[in-house]
């Protein structure tokens, strides 16, 4: 029998996108060159990767009222039941309802961006978009009526290349992800060099909850 040992396959494929996000970052010298080699880079894994039900693309997130968010890098939507507000010439208005997670794309997971941390600045970004009012109606399947699917959260996360972090890296991540409040809470990151984490917030979990999504999701 054939066999293919699943563990390598990612250890491969990892090194794939070690070697080709670390050939951009060294060898794209211009600044706004270089973040749109990375954040493309990440939306092609996720795009060949990711079910095709889920969409992948860097836009800007609106809701019915015209309220916009700040340009995201990633944004990983539906657009099946979702349509699009406005695509032009690679610029897109993607309705808050269809968002399911927003990404900050850097080249290290340290850094900053005037005086605030990476962490810090995709916590802002990723609250862009959770303070958008969202809608939720119900839906015709095989010729029935469902109900209005209860509002959950957007996932926010950073995918970064490395860490140059050099003493308690996990230490002083973690205390970067605890100094985010309210909307800016990182639910997940990928460093590609170093590791990955998720973040688990106690309260946040609640999909039956129809009436107090707003506060419960400010307040957990």
Not at 39 to 55: D, F, G, K, V
Not at 83 to 92: E, L, R, S
Not at 154 to 166: A, H, K
Request: glycine share 8%.
């Amino acid at each position: 029998m054939n066999h293919v040992e699943l563990s390598a396959l990612f250890r491969g494929m990892q090194g794939q996108m070690q070697s080709q996000l670390s050939t951009n970052r060294e060898f794209i010298h211009h600044p706004g060159s270089k973040g749109d080699a990375l954040e493309n880079a990440w939306i092609e894994w996720l795009q060949n990767y990711l079910p095709n039900r889920y969409s992948v693309d860097k836009a800007i997130v609106i809701d019915y009222q015209g309220n916009t968010s700040d340009q995201i890098d990633i944004v990983i939507y539906d657009n099946w039941f979702t349509p699009f507000i406005f695509n032009q010439n690679g610029f897109k208005y993607i309705p808050a309802e269809g968002v399911y997670a927003v990404f900050e794309v850097k080249p290290d997971i340290q850094g900053t961006v005037g005086d605030i941390n990476y962490i810090q600045y995709a916590g802002q970004k990723i609250a862009s978009v959770r303070r958008l009012d969202r809608t939720s109606t119900s839906m015709i399947n095989s010729g029935q009526k469902l109900s209005a699917r209860p509002l959950t959260k957007i996932i926010g996360g950073i995918l970064t290349t490395t860490n140059s972090f050099t003493h308690n890296n996990n230490d002083t991540i973690d205390k970067h992800i605890k100094s985010l409040t309210d909307l800016e809470g990182i639910d997940l990151g990928c460093i590609v060099d170093y590791g990955s984490f998720f973040v688990q917030y106690d309260g946040e979990e609640d999909v039956n909850e129809k009436v107090n999504f707003k506060k419960r999701i400010h307040d957990y």
